[in-house]
């Protein structure tokens, strides 16, 4: 079984794709994060041009850069500051690149999360996307190792620390790492449909 210590970026790989007609703005992050190359454990999307998380960002293609203006509000109303990024370079600890497509790699589960009214927004706001069968730890909050995996109804999250919470060692199936304790397991219903659907979230798997 692989196993990887993570805990962030990196750039491109051979990989399916969520089709749309929309920018989005994706961070690839990786297992070497000073240099954002390594095997990827997480990539985030975010829809350039729609308010999420306080802050708007756009693809600006002929400066090759990306413009973030952050807000001090949920609805983007109140103007705080703005930034500009490189596009396809390692900074602060990330790769960053602008697609028409949401990149979704081959053998990784995909989160999508939809706007309240589909009637005005319907691709997803937000896309987070990690590996399938490979331990990976990520920095944040705690240092916890996950290993997933997933079939074509359900997705199971395994979630490890230094700790035997639920008393399964890292003796058990699936492995993540030495030393490591089971302490949560999830199981989540996944789906093909990724229409939009009001505020929902929804999981699909890419094998």
Do not use: W
Not at 12 to 17: D, M, Y
Not at 139 to 145: I, S, V, Y
């Amino acid at each position: 079984m692989k196993y990887q210590t993570i805990i962030v970026l990196l750039c491109c790989f051979n990989s399916l794709f969520y089709k749309t007609r929309a920018d989005y703005v994706n961070a690839y992050y990786s297992t070497e994060t000073e240099t954002c190359t390594g095997e990827v454990v997480q990539i985030l999307s975010v829809l350039a041009g729609a308010c999420t998380s306080n802050s708007i960002v756009e693809c600006d293609y002929p400066n090759n850069q990306l413009v973030t203006t952050v807000y001090n509000d949920d609805e983007c109303t109140s103007y705080a500051y703005s930034y500009n990024t490189a596009i396809n370079e390692c900074v602060a600890l990330s790769t960053r690149n602008c697609t028409t497509d949401i990149p979704q790699p081959i053998n990784t589960y995909t989160v999508m999360t939809f706007s309240d009214d589909c009637s005005q927004q319907k691709y997803p706001l937000s896309v987070a996307t990690y590996p399938l069968d490979l331990c990976y730890q990520i920095a944040q909050p705690d240092f916890e190792f996950y290993y997933n995996s997933c079939n074509s109804t359900y997705l199971t999250l395994n979630q490890y620390d230094d700790y035997a919470s639920i008393g399964s060692s890292s003796g058990s199936s699936p492995i993540c790492y030495e030393n490591q304790y089971l302490s949560s397991i999830q199981y989540i219903h996944v789906t093909d449909n990724t229409q939009c659907q009001p505020s929902e979230i929804l999981y699909t798997c890419n094998q």
